[in-house]
């Protein structure tokens, strides 16, 4: 069973405005989150990570933002360039150190 | 579908003994991938098959590590001799298009002593 799930298989956005990828996961006892960002024929690349403990974290034009009641969090990015196009994965660590990983969304900036 | 399955969760082991990590991938992809996640690197892509040929295996990090696919539904990625240094979180991932929609293993632990 899919314990991190990214629904939207993928996402166009305008150059300039704002992009918004989803993330759920199922179990509680996840206590931190991270996104990767992956380009055609490259491996994912280390995005932005949060703690469970913090419901945002920022790095400059990317900001992560978590709601534990919902078990949901998501990633911003604003304003979005076309350079932003890619594979974007939400991960979740449990206390074991067990990483999971979503399917991944694609994301499209139109310049 | 169970997704794809990695074995052992945890392998400790002695510093010059060999590694066996197994891998399971979803039925019907056809592209099946294995990385390695470190805090200081990240996430890294060690070797991917495409219909059970090695296609890309640059990021093999040296000759002690090799991996196989002999059918499509079984993968392993072995290391000999292991050192310390090799001590990471070993994923293995499969993709019906090499591109998107990759599917991870839970990771195989690995602590070389």
């Known amino acids: 069973d899919q314990q991190v799930k990214q629904n939207s298989p993928s996402l166009s956005v305008q150059e300039g405005r704002i992009s918004i990828l989803n993330c759920d996961y199922t179990?509680?006892?996840?206590?931190?989150f991270l996104w990767y960002k992956k380009y055609p024929a490259e491996g994912p690349t280390f995005l932005i990570s949060i703690s469970s403990i913090k419901d945002k974290n920022e790095d400059g034009r990317f900001t992560v933002f978590l709601n534990k009641s919902a078990k949901h969090l998501s990633l911003h990015i604003v304003p979005s360039q076309p350079g932003d196009s890619a594979v974007y994965f939400c991960a979740a660590m449990d206390t074991g150190n067990q990483f999971y990983f979503g399917t991944g969304t694609s994301l499209t900036v139109i310049p | 579908d169970a997704g794809v399955i990695q074995s052992p969760r945890h392998e400790v082991t002695e510093m010059g003994q060999e590694v066996t990590l197994r891998c399971k991938p979803i039925s019907g992809h056809d592209y099946l991938f294995w990385y390695r996640q470190t805090m200081m690197r990240g996430l890294e892509l060690l070797i991917y098959?495409?219909?059970?040929?090695?296609?890309?295996d640059s990021g093999m990090p040296e000759d002690r590590f090799s991996a196989k696919m002999p059918n499509a539904s079984f993968s392993t990625l072995k290391i000999q001799p292991s050192e310390p240094r090799d001590s990471a979180v070993y994923f293995c991932?499969?993709?019906?298009?090499?591109?998107?929609?990759?599917?991870f293993g839970s990771g195989t632990r690995l602590t070389v002593v």
């Open positions: 179990n509680s006892m996840f206590d931190y």
């Open positions: 991932a499969s993709s019906r298009d090499r591109s998107y929609g990759y599917t």
């Open positions: 098959f495409n219909n059970n040929v090695p296609i890309d």
